[in-house]
């Protein structure tokens, strides 16, 4: 089944313990990103991928680090989370195909909490 | 990049037709109209993509005038659940490498 997951779903940490939520695709996407949505605030792009090796800063990248070293895998790192990243997390992906932005197929969300 | 400006929030009822309409006055000449559909605590959905005029699928149709400063997406005959956030995104990977911006999006609520 083409999907987009995310792990851990839920999370649940305290400031400036560092963690990683991982985000992984079957479906042979070039392209990756991540957004984060808050109340009132819809979705805002953290990070995003055009490639293996290649990442780029989207509007709210403060905080945050990913790396890109597998096609399928694009881990989201926060080395010393806030509580101001509390937030519902999501990964998508997308073929880039054409001239159109693409479907991108998000995965099930990652809802973090920093005490 | 597109910034995309929608109603914050609409109310309709089942059986009824319903039409969000986007506005985007700064659409370049290759950018692409998606909708997404997302459900609470769910990833966003894809509904439907169009560049120009009208596209129907089963789903949903996009309307789309002349001057693509705005797009319409139109949803008929809505049950309930199509209570939802939808969301109105517009680029296309060669303006703006892989930057995306979503709106805010309208949250529809359809009352039985």
């Known amino acids: ?115 | 990049l597109a910034k995309t400006t929608q109603p914050i929030s609409m109310d309709s009822y089942e059986g009824q037709e319903v039409n969000i309409t986007c506005s985007h006055n700064n659409i370049a000449t290759n950018d692409y109209i998606t909708w997404y559909q997302q459900f609470p605590s769910q990833g966003p959905r894809f509904i439907i993509q169009g560049y120009k005029t009208k596209v129907t699928n089963e789903v949903a149709s996009l309307f789309i005038p002349a001057d693509r400063k705005s797009s319409t997406l139109s949803l008929p005959r809505v049950s309930l659940s199509d209570t939802a956030v939808y969301y109105c995104l517009v680029g296309a990977w060669y303006n703006q490498g892989g930057k995306l911006i979503f709106g805010q999006g309208t949250e529809l609520s359809v009352k039985p």
């Not at chain 1, 400036?16 to 996407?29: A, D, E, F, W």
């Not at chain 1, 991928?49 to 790192?77: A, C, H, Q, W």
């Not at chain 1, 195909?97 to 995965?107: I, K, L, R, V």
Request: with cysteine.
């Open chain 1, 1 to 115: 089944e083409a999907q987009v997951t995310q792990n851990p779903r839920y999370l649940i940490t305290v400031t400036g313990k560092k963690l990683t939520v991982t985000c992984s695709q079957n479906m042979n996407h070039e392209y990756m990103s991540w957004y984060r949505q808050d109340p009132g605030l819809g979705l805002r792009q953290i990070y995003y991928s055009m490639n293996v090796e290649v990442t780029d800063k989207g509007d709210v990248p403060e905080g945050y680090k990913v790396s890109r070293k597998e096609k399928r895998n694009f881990p989201l790192i926060l080395e010393s989370p806030s509580p101001n990243q509390t937030s519902l997390y999501f990964c998508a992906s997308s073929l880039l195909a054409g001239a159109s932005t693409d479907t991108q197929y998000f995965g099930p969300g990652t809802r973090l909490t920093v005490l």
